[in-house]
């Protein structure tokens, strides 16, 4: 009886982990306790704390982690209905960036959430660095909204030297792998 416990208990983590393999122990879990706990990761991905407050107890949060367990990235997601969900928030630590881990992170959702939704939405403000993330990552230019980071932030968010105005929205398709 407990080794069958042992065995469904494996079972749920391998389904979690998905890539997870001795060769590439990363993991990715899901977040349901204690999200503000990851609050140095997620203002990597959105500086105002105030603005994670609008989306954290609402979005579904998944962690990756490396093989001691180190938190290296996060990710949070909103249902927006119809089909659609909605990436409120993608940050890598900056120690572990540029090695694929956004993109596998973005590729984890994907897989986890391709039966509920057909359409994964990020927005972003227009800095070359994310642009081309998102880019490479099988996402297409959808719309903008101007003006989104004066009226929304208390601050300048700069990114590659220049303060953020309109928010800019990408989207994929759930099912297009990449
Ligand atoms: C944007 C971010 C999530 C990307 O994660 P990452 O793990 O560093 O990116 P990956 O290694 O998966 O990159 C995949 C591809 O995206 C593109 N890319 C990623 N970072 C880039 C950068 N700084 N400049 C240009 N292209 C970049 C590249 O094409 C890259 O492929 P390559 O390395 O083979 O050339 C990460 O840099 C980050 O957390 N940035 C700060 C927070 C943020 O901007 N979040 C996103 C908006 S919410």
Redesign the pocket.
């Known amino acids: 009886m407990k080794e069958n416990t042992c065995r469904q208990a494996a079972k749920r983590l391998t389904e979690y982990t998905g890539q997870e393999s001795e060769a590439n122990p990363i993991r990715i879990l899901p977040v349901t306790t204690g999200k503000k706990l990851y609050l140095p990761l997620l203002l ?3 500086e105002q704390e105030s603005m994670i407050d609008r989306y954290l107890d609402r979005g579904e949060m998944f962690v990756m982690q490396d093989q001691t367990a180190t938190p290296i ?1 996060v990710a949070v997601v909103t249902d927006e209905g119809d089909g659609t969900l909605e ?8 120690h ?11 590729a984890h959702l994907c897989e986890h959430y391709k039966h509920r939704f057909h359409t994964l939405l ?4 227009d ?4 642009v ?6 099988g996402f297409a230019y959808s719309h903008t909204v101007p003006g989104f980071f004066l009226k929304n932030y208390d601050h300048p968010i700069i ?1 590659d030297g220049k303060a953020l105005k309109d928010m800019v929205y990408f989207k994929r398709r759930m099912a297009d792998g990449r």
């Open positions: 990597i991905g959105d990235a990436l409120k928030n993608l940050a890598v630590h900056p572990f960036q540029r090695k694929g881990h956004g993109r596998r992170m973005i990020a927005g972003t403000g800095s070359r660095q994310t081309s993330f998102y880019q490479n990552c990114e």
